[in-house]
């Protein structure tokens, strides 16, 4: 007897059971340099935990199980790795291609899908076992040559829409049936797709265009209309930029029929109209932009800045289209994460080693949290949200 | 040693750590028949758990913490539940009033807010003890008389917004200074409010009129616009109609720029342009609609009806403006509640003893949990959402 508890007694020191508690307030940030994640919590904004061995993070991303418990990161090696942000574990890992960049998940949870440069497709695993279940290779023209694979995102009916870059081409995938998965294609849609977003509700698909000016809408409502060439005068500036200064579009704003947009290669913040795609207006800043993101509540615009300016944040009211407030974090501000009713703002400050939050409200400064060259910040109300 | 073990095993045996599980898939609905909820997770559509003891559950309403583990349930007879999702177990219970209706949850998750019938006014409290914070008699007029208060929602800033059945009135009550609650106050706003929401941005807040045609609307982000009515035609109809078959304004459908609303007593549905609030449509349908309810994409509007039509549901395309689909669930669908990205609805049957769960895709009905009087159905989800 005494030795089956003492067995007990040690099994329960030895495999403590993950803390139970909500994952609502949960979420993580990249620690490019560690190849690690920060668990934090937004309740109290603190860090819980590190995870390590996640391989080359940058440009990593991450998607959340509908349950959110777990978070799939994606690396640029290539790797697929699943954390327990319960437990703080890597629960499992999968160096699926040579070098990929963003995945998405599947409006049912079931699948995960990551797009790959190299070689280029986009593979669908099983969310539970990071088994493969579908191998989309992005083959085009008579030679077949494969395209690396850009802006992928999950919409409504458990489909994955992408974008190849080299084929400039946007493509529709309906993993309905998992066995039978279904493609459609859309082509000559403008050259070199480089970054795409959907919009929230996940009707509107649209590729920023590296190749030319303009950009490529995609109605998923009305798949027969094909693709448009909306905002002609959305382009590359006057120089042709290098890609790594390129804007992230999944950064857009959206606030009641508005959408703020960074400018390419200019200090602009770009306002569209959503009711009819057009130009609405441009509002100056102070350098530029390279996330553009609304509060929550759509009130406030926040938007940060390539060198030499990631320093500074500026904040947009969206009804006055003026610039409310300006901050300066420190030197290296890659991203921002709301709290998902908006009421505070994570902020990595990477060459500063710390992530900060602010209160959206009060712009005061609540906490700072030491990280190891933070980039990416995601939490889990992710899980719940469609096209992310 | 072998008195502690044994006192160790014991604990752990009487005291099982709640599962760590996470908690974004989960939820609950009202059984108003044995004061109890049943709690629920949307990956496999299966029941886990109840918890019983809430008091008068009729008109029950819940609203989550932002960590997703604990519900926050109004009840009819004043009765404020905290329970424990995890562990399935009621951790916190006051009765706060004689006669309440609904509630509401600060923008950070401190508050918890519960409005009142009897006696009339607001109570907050704190959401980890339950604690009383501030108490908001609603008095008006010369003879201070206290009005029933209703439509109670959250707002960005730390706000509750509410109305006041008796006296005409909305007021906006700012918690950002927990000790200093500052009221708002907007008079003769139109005959007896019963009913509100906000939109889901927290911008607009719209009550409906039971003592005249109209709606109240008071823009947040311009408070010194004031209230404003909308909707003339927005009535009663021709008969006037016991309180008890007004429809729920909560359910308020929103895709695009097109609100779906209710009418009353009419066997339609309205079609409202959100930017100029006028009426844009009118869609006839089965019978006296109750809640008219967006798929998160927006792409359906569900709806289900009063007696004598209340084993019907239809489903409208908002592209179309068409029914596409009508179901018949079964004698007395009271709600409905959609999976966070909408590809699965949850519907609560009351007179069939059951609640079942609908793919949204094929209308293929997934499964059906038995229950005792189901009513309202609530998801984890809505811990991160504006105005819920």
Known sequence: MRGILLSFLAFMLLNPAAAARGTGDLGLFIERASSSVQ?????????????DGLGDLSHASVVYSRDARYAYVFGRDGGLSKVDILDAKLSGRTLQSGNSIGGAISQDGRLVAVSNYKPGGVKVFNADTLELVADIPATYGSNQQRSKVIGLVDAPGHKFVFSLWDADEIWVLDMSQQTRPEIQKFKAIGRNPYDALITSDGRYYIAGLFGEDGMALLD????????KRILPNYGRGEQKLPVYKMPHLEGWAVAGDLAFVPAVGRHEVLVINMRDWQEAGRIKVHGQPIFVMARPDGRQVWVNFALPDNDTIQVIDTQSLEIVRQLKPGKGVLHMEFEPRGEEVWLSVRDEGRVEVYDTHTFERKTSIPASKPSGIFFTARAHRIGL
Request: charge should be negative.
């Open 39 to 51: 668990i934090v919590e937004t309740s109290g904004n603190t860090s819980i935990a590190s995870v």
């Open 220 to 227: 998923l409502w009305n798949l027969a209309a094909g693709v």
